[in-house]
């Protein structure tokens, strides 16, 4: 049995919708399909989700809503239109987002979740109408019903431990359930989504308590590649990766599949194959729990912006007990989470995710590391990217650092910051913003380019 996942981009008009159902039909195995809310047709588009957002948000400041609504509907009518659906369909999602737009005000964050995650469940609803227009034994499953109950927290929820076993008997019913992505429901009934991009996790949720024999993750490329397509022209696909090394490209900016999706997948050993919509012939990339490193020690370099680091020096840090502890609950005192900690003998490096704080903040923040732990040295750096460089093979490979280190310095790239993963197999770079890009080309061009490796 299999879990497939379709993307927005699978899913934007009526001709990709025609291509998921050939993808769905075409393989008996395919029995859970994952549907996200219809995104961009094109590079300028708005996705549906963002559309919901910016309307659940202008209805709680009691604002007019009729454009959107009308924008929103339309986008699924014209899905419909195309794929020859009766108009109850699209009677039935219009009036499902008026009355969540009516719907209780009083909790802003749970009205603003309902109506973000009605894209994804009007999407599901219309795609089994498709399906079984077209004679396939299929039919929508809510979340609810299928019992995937999450954590309390909008845009962040987290799967709750005891959703698995009931999910498992999603395989007794008969014929195809389509299910709609991102959201869960808490423990009172009420929907919450996971973060941005979150059907990828629902799929892995689902295929773990299943326990199927695939999750196949839809999108819009040939391959998961060794580095974003927008900075590098046909860079070279990735045939296998390992779940750690595709949690770290993730995590570190590949955004073709969420990072949260590895767990529930990687818990019982379920393989993944990402693979393209527009081209499903192509064997796409399989993520798995080990693979022979044939390939060279790194397997993708991926970058993420919008980093600062807070720079800490004392003389004698190394001996102070419980220092680094305090630094942190001073973080903590704000909410802050970190990202990475580099640390010498006398000074750390904390790397926070730089929307997280202000000018103000930042003051106190380091007034507080100043007067209460008598750092002889505090600094802020902004605008900064992080690079990652991943591959198992690095473990056993000797000179992998030094090799980067001189492609950046060729590119002269000053690098802010080293930090290698404990687990030896990603490496990190810290650089300024402006830089990023030049970066990640000249680092794929000395660990891929085929004179190199
Ligand atoms: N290393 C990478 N390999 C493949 N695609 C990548 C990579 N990094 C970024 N991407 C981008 O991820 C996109 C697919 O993810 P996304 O737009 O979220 O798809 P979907 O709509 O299927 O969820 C690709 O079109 C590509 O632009
Ligand atoms: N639609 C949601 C969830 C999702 O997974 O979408 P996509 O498959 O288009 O990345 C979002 O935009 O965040």
Redo the contacts with the bound molecule.
């Keep these: 049995m299999k879990v497939v996942k ?5 899913l ?1 008009s009526g001709v990709q919708v025609e291509k998921v159902y050939q993808i769905v039909s075409s393989d008996p195995e395919r029995k859970i399909v994952v549907v ?1 809310a219809p ?2 047709r094109y590079a300028d588009d708005e996705k549906v989700t963002d559309l919901l957002i910016s309307c659940a948000e202008r209805c709680l400041k009691g604002e007019d809503t009729h454009d959107l609504v009308d924008t929103i509907v339309g986008r699924y009518q014209s899905i419909a239109e195309e794929l020859h659906l009766a108009d109850t369909i699209i009677r039935k999602v219009k009036d499902d987002l008026l009355s969540l737009l009516a719907s209780d005000k009083t909790n802003p964050s749970a009205f603003i979740e309902a109506v973000k995650a009605s894209g994804e469940d009007n999407n599901a609803k219309l795609v089994a109408a498709c399906f079984k227009h077209k004679g396939l034994n299929a039919h929508y499953v809510s979340p609810k019903e299928a019992g995937l109950l999450v954590s309390n927290e909008p845009g962040n929820a987290q799967v709750l431990p005891e959703s698995y076993e009931r999910l498992y008997a999603l395989r007794d019913q008969p014929g195809i359930i389509v299910f709609p992505g991102f959201f869960g429901y808490n423990t009172d009934g009420e929907v919450v989504t996971f973060s941005r ?1 979150g ?2 996790i629902t799929g892995s949720i689902l295929a773990n308590g299943v326990k199927a024999d695939l999750y196949e ?5 040939d ?8 900075l590098v022209s046909h ?1 070279r696909e ?1 045939c296998e990766l390992t779940y750690r090394e595709m949690r770290e ?1 993730s995590y570190g ?5 969420h990072d949260e999706a590895l767990i529930p997948a990687f818990r019982v050993g379920i393989p993944v194959n ?1 693979k393209n ?1 527009n081209n499903p012939e192509a064997p796409g990339t399989r993520i798995v729990s080990e693979r022979k490193n044939t390939n060279g020690p790194v397997v ?1 370099i ?1 970058s993420d912006d919008g980093f600062c680091s807070i720079y800490i020096s004392k003389y004698l840090m190394n001996k102070e007990i419980g220092f680094g502890r305090k630094v942190l609950c001073i973080l903590e005192d704000y909410g802050l989470s970190f990202e990475h900690i580099p640390s010498g003998i006398d000074d750390m490096t904390v790397i926070l995710r730089q929307s997280q704080i202000d000018e103000t903040l930042e003051k106190e923040i380091t007034a507080r590391l100043i007067e209460e732990l008598h750092a002889d040295e505090v600094h802020v750096e902004h605008d900064l990217a992080l690079i990652m460089m991943v591959g198992e093979g690095m473990r056993q490979k000797v000179g992998t650092n030094a090799r980067a280190s001189m492609a950046l310095a060729n590119a002269h790239i000053n690098i802010e910051m080293i930090n290698q993963g404990s687990s030896e197999t990603s490496m990190m770079f810290g650089v300024k913003e402006a830089v990023e890009d030049r970066a990640v080309q000249a680092l794929y061009e000395e660990f891929f380019s085929t004179a190199k490796v």
């Design positions: 379709f993307g927005g981009s699978s934007a996200s995104g961009k991009s059907s990828d993750n839809f999108t819009d490329v391959a998961v590649y060794a580095v974003n397509p927008h860079p990735i490209l900016g590949f955004s073709v599949f990402v919509t993708g991926a």
